[in-house]
């Protein structure tokens, strides 16, 4: 199965206020080196359509990620997905 690589509609972070855009998000799980503990449960976590949660790099919110869209979860909700690592943004490519 392919590391995530997504095109979102509404390219907005999902929090209020937040000015961050991810229009065109290439993951690249495979960088981390971890495939175990991040690409396996990540990658089918994306493709069974669950997706998984990381900070957002501009507001520090939770977003979850699915091949559907960006929403905005609490603290408490973030704890119910896999997790992205917490330097996800600079490894993922942006557009
Ligand atoms: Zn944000």
């Known amino acids: 199965m392919a590391s995530p690589h997504v095109h979102y ?3 907005a972070c999902p929090h209020a206020g937040c000015q961050q855009r991810m229009e065109w998000i290439d993951f690249q799980l495979e ?3 971890d495939p175990e503990g991040i690409y396996k449960p990540l990658v089918r976590s994306w493709w069974e359509g669950v997706g998984f ?3 957002c790099p501009g507001c520090g919110g939770w977003i979850r990620f699915t091949t559907l ?8 909700q973030a704890g ?6 917490d330097n ?3 490894v ?4």
């Open 69 to 76: 869209r960006m929403e905005a979860v609490t603290d408490d």
């Open 9 to 11: 509609h509404e390219p």
């Open 53 to 55: 949660v990381g900070r």
């Open 88 to 90: 996800w943004h600079t």
């Open 92 to 95: 993922a490519q942006f557009a």
């Open 31 to 33: 960088l981390f080196g």
């Open 80 to 85: 119910q997905f896999p997790k992205l690592p």
